[in-house]
């Protein structure tokens, strides 16, 4: 079973986490059923850029992201050649080691 490894979020995750996942579902999904409250303004519908991570490690092993994605991401705060919509990565076979960016260009935020 592959693992998601947190790097530490100064808000989202302080400490960082280790995290078993299940091949064929979604980062955001399986960070959300972990209490770590990664941001989904659109309800995981690819129609934002709030869930937007960089895959540091196991890149490779996912499929590539589709064309709407890659428009989202264009748009995304701090976009890095490894970045993916969480809602829309699914996970492979391989471990994955993920950054949650420091900020979202999200407006308006349900934790505030």
């Known amino acids: 079973m592959p693992q998601i490894i947190v790097l530490p979020h ?14 064929g579902d979604s980062i955001c999904e399986i960070l959300l059923r972990n209490d770590i409250e990664i941001e989904h303004a659109c309800e995981m519908s690819c129609a934002c850029t709030t869930c937007h991570i960089i895959v540091r490690e196991g890149f490779d092993s996912m499929e590539e992201a589709d064309e709407l994605e890659e428009d989202y991401l264009d748009k995304a705060w701090g976009l890095e050649p490894e970045s993916r919509l969480s809602c829309q990565a699914l996970v492979a076979d391989e471990d994955l080691v993920v950054e949650i960016p420091k900020y979202t260009i999200n407006m308006v935020s349900e934790q505030h």
């Open 10 to 23: 100064e808000v989202i995750c302080p400490e960082g986490a280790a995290i078993e996942a299940e091949s």
